[in-house]
Nanobody, 124 residues
């Protein structure tokens, strides 16, 4: 059984930074692409960023490119999302997931395990 636990969310002002962490249990963490998604009230969950198992390749949705950075530490079974220059439209619950099913890193149906989510609220 795999467990993912997010932390690091909070209430910040526009322009501030936050770093989210996702700690994973299980020995096979380093074998999988990991991703961050978010869901704002009344909206569907959307892809934010993903990172390949080695950490050498990363992907971002256009709205966060240049502001967010995804990284991972396989020795600590942890994936991070550094969020800079936050905007009110970044307000959402952020989830990390494991890309353990057949499918693209940007499709949440390709993820087999999810964390409980962490709330990020950005005030203007």
């Amino acid at each position: 059984q795999v467990q993912l636990v997010e932390s690091g969310g909070g209430l910040v002002q526009a322009g501030d930074s936050l770093r989210l962490s996702c700690a994973a249990s299980g020995r096979t963490f380093s074998s999988y692409t990991m991703g961050w998604f978010r869901q704002a009230p009344g909206k569907e969950r959307e892809f934010v960023a993903a990172i390949r198992w080695s950490g050498s390749t990363t992907y971002y949705t256009d709205s966060v490119k240049g502001r967010f950075t995804i990284s991972r530490d396989n020795a600590k079974n942890t994936v991070y999302l550094q969020m800079n220059s936050l905007k009110p439209e970044d307000t959402a619950v952020y989830y990390c997931g494991r890309n353990g099913r057949t499918g693209s890193y940007f499709d949440d149906r390709a993820y087999d395990y999810w964390g409980q989510g962490t709330q990020v609220t950005v005030s203007s």
